[in-house]
């Protein structure tokens, strides 16, 4: 995994995402990928910390509240451990499509929501193109 603009890496592997954040805009979580990628590189865990909180002892730590899982490995084989890209996806578009529904509607919801969609789209047309070829389920590129 090559270092980019938006990632920084810290100790390790470990490292952090903001390609989300934007100036001027309300405070953004820290996205910090903890776990070592595995041997294909994929990350399979992502945390979200705070900005450093002060806990009872006077010491700064940042807080962790929220940690996706992604599915690691085959289902068929280890089991559904995690979730995936599709459902983080439904997710965000279920939540635009209430803000549109509300006080909050506005074009550029409409707009995210389409290009979400689009990626849902995309992810799909693989998952056909890895079953046609015979290696949907599988760990083969």
């Given amino acids: 995994m090559a ?3 938006h990632i920084h890496y810290g100790v390790g592997m470990e490292h952090e995402i903001t390609r989300h954040r934007r100036t001027g805009g309300s405070a953004n979580p820290a ?11 994929h990350c ?3 945390e979200f910390n705070m900005l450093p909180m002060r806990i009872g002892d006077g010491t700064m730590t940042p807080k962790v509240f929220a940690c996706i899982l992604f599915q690691d490995g085959i289902p068929a084989e280890v089991g559904i451990n ?3 890209e599709e459902a983080l996806i439904a997710i965000l578009i279920d939540r635009l499509e209430r ?3 509300g006080p909050y ?4 919801n409409s707009l995210a929501i389409t290009s979400l969609e689009t990626a849902m789209h995309w992810l799909g047309d693989r998952t056909a193109e890895r079953s046609e070829h015979g290696v949907e389920g ?4």
């Fill in 138 to 141: 599988t760990m083969a590129p």
């Fill in 44 to 46: 399979h865990e992502y």
């Fill in 82 to 84: 995690g979730t995936t």
């Fill in 105 to 108: 509607a506005c074009r550029q």
């Fill in 3 to 5: 270092p980019v603009e």
């Fill in 99 to 101: 803000f549109n529904k």
């Fill in 31 to 41: 996205i910090r990928i903890t776990a070592k990628p595995k041997v294909d590189g």
